[in-house]
């Protein structure tokens, strides 16, 4: 029997099922899509707006006051220190593709030459501070205008930008590429050394270039590309799907697979079986039949109404169809409102968890023990507006992990030092003792302590 079940491809699946296969345990990933990850941008947010308007520049140092405002929000369960070592555990796991973070965000040029922040960058997407950009597309790629990239750029990062176009198509004759066509023809040598020159043609002296980001798909070629061009080449965002996503995406998978978990694509969970306490297996709809797959543990992390985990019927009712969990965040009159640009409350809508990212009743009781939910079905964000899903979920992911991984199937918090019992007397005596009869010239001198511990 499997240790564990996680259900969901996404970040938040991937990390749990990392986390928990390397400590040990039997792991099988069911998920019938890939997942956000190649949705999003290929970057990882942690929190980049306070309200409309308000950037946050440090996310971490907001934590405090948006907890106090938010006190339902993923982030005031989890707080600032386990969302910082979680994002810091992924930037470690991935270091030729995510920068690790400083505490600040990234600002991070858009498709349309917008800043947006975000928390960690891949290595060709941090801003060098130019004085000048040339903003550089191949015609073949759609959704990506280098003039307009450059106008906004100008005023959204106070940089003089001047958008030029290149006629180079990724495949011989080819009118309209993908960028994941572009992607894959760049990383041949060949093709980047006519890229590059292609590039030089156009091109004054400015100080840097911004292309679209479709420098590599399984290999980032920015650095040879930047080497060609003799300055530094900055990928801009393209609109989904993302070849950052896509090279994260396949990064984690491959390190689940390395770690030894069984990944099951393409297979949708419709139900479960139970004990009345306790989930025992999950039914999987696959190749026109159901199986079950009992399992000690479950990780339930299926996103949100993006990914169908969350479901609206022709009456308004809301429900998530596969455990049937209650959800918080229903009882809200303006679930949806007209204002296309207002935060929409209903994606705020999922479930509320323990410590341990269990659902809870609306009463406060543990739905299963041993059942845990991660991810976009947590209640309390608003991900996208808030740029907060990336943290939330690997966050959330590693919570869920590490409390199955205890030995109660519990998550408490690590023992402050002041909640240490303290040294008896006795110890000290014994030492002091010791002490008073050691050779100075052979004992050694106790380790220093930093007095700002
Ligand atoms: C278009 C778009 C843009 C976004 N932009 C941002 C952004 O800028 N910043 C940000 O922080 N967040 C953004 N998000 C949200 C972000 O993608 C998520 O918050 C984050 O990646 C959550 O990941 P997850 O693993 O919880 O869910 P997901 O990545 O959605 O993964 C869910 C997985 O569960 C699978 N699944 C669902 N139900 C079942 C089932 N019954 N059986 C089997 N498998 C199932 C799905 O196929 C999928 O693989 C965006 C999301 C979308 C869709």
Redesign the pocket.
Known sequence: MTDTVV???????LSAAIRLAEAGQKVTL????????Q???GTI?VLGYRGADTLVERPFDEFAAWATEHPDHPYSLLGADVVRDSVDWLAARLPDLLVPGDGRNHPLPTAVGAMRPTYLVQPSMVWPDPTSVAVVGPAQIKDFYPHLVAANLAVTAQVEATGYRIDLPARAGEAESSPVVYAKALEDPDVLARFAEAVLDQIGDEDAVVLPAILGLHQCVQPQLAALLKRPVVEALLP?PSIPGMRINEALTAQAKAAGVRVILG????GFESDGSRVTAVTLHQAGRDQSYPASHVVF????F????LVMDSYGTITEP?FDLPLAGLDRDDLITGDYWADQAIFAVGTRVDQSCRPLTGDGEVVYENLHT????LAGAI??TE????G??VASALRAADAILSPTGTWSPPASPTDQPPAPEVVQTLQEDAEDDADPATTPSPPEEDENV
Do not use: H, M, N, Y
Request: charged content about 15%; overall charge neutral; aromatic content about 4%.
């Open positions: 259900i969901g491809a996404g970040l938040a699946g069911l998920s019938f899509g890939l997942g956000g990850i949705l999003g941008q947010d989904p297979s949708k969970v419709t992390a299926p996103g949100g993006e990914s169908a985990a596969v991660v991810g976009g079905l991900r996208w740029k907060s899903g990336d939330i979920a």
